[in-house]
Nanobody
């Protein structure tokens, strides 16, 4: 069993930055591909970014490429999302997810197979 707890959300002006963190329980963190997803009000959940088990590879949604950076620390069992140049359309609840069997690439295509989800953290970007 893995528990994921997100933190770092809040209110920020357009153009600002936020850093989200996700802390994972358990000793098998490095066995999971990790990803960030978001869900805006009235919209479906969407992929944001994912990272391989070794942290060597990453994938980003087109909408955040060049602005967001995902990273992980397998010693501390954390995954982070640095968000720069934030836009009002980035407003959403951001969720951390862990996938044991899939890859960081497959996470980008289909989020329904994630093994674990956090409860989310709200990011609000004002214009």
């Amino acid at each position: 069993q893995v528990q994921l707890v997100e933190s770092g959300g809040g209110l920020v002006q357009a153009g600002g930055s936020l850093r989200l963190s996700c802390a994972a329980s358990g000793r098998t963190f490095s066995s999971y591909s990790m990803g960030w997803f978001r869900q805006a009000p009235g919209k479906e959940r969407e992929f944001v970014a994912s990272i391989s088990r070794s942290a060597a590879n990453t994938v980003y949604a087109d909408s955040v490429t060049g602005r967001f950076t995902i990273s992980r620390d397998n010693v501390k069992s954390t995954v982070s999302l640095q968000m720069n140049s934030l836009k009002p359309e980035d407003t959403a609840v951001y969720y951390c997810a862990a996938d044991r069997s899939g890859s960081y690439v497959s996470m980008a295509r289909d989020y329904t197979g994630m093994d674990y989800w956090g409860k989310g953290t709200l990011v609000t970007v004002s214009s």
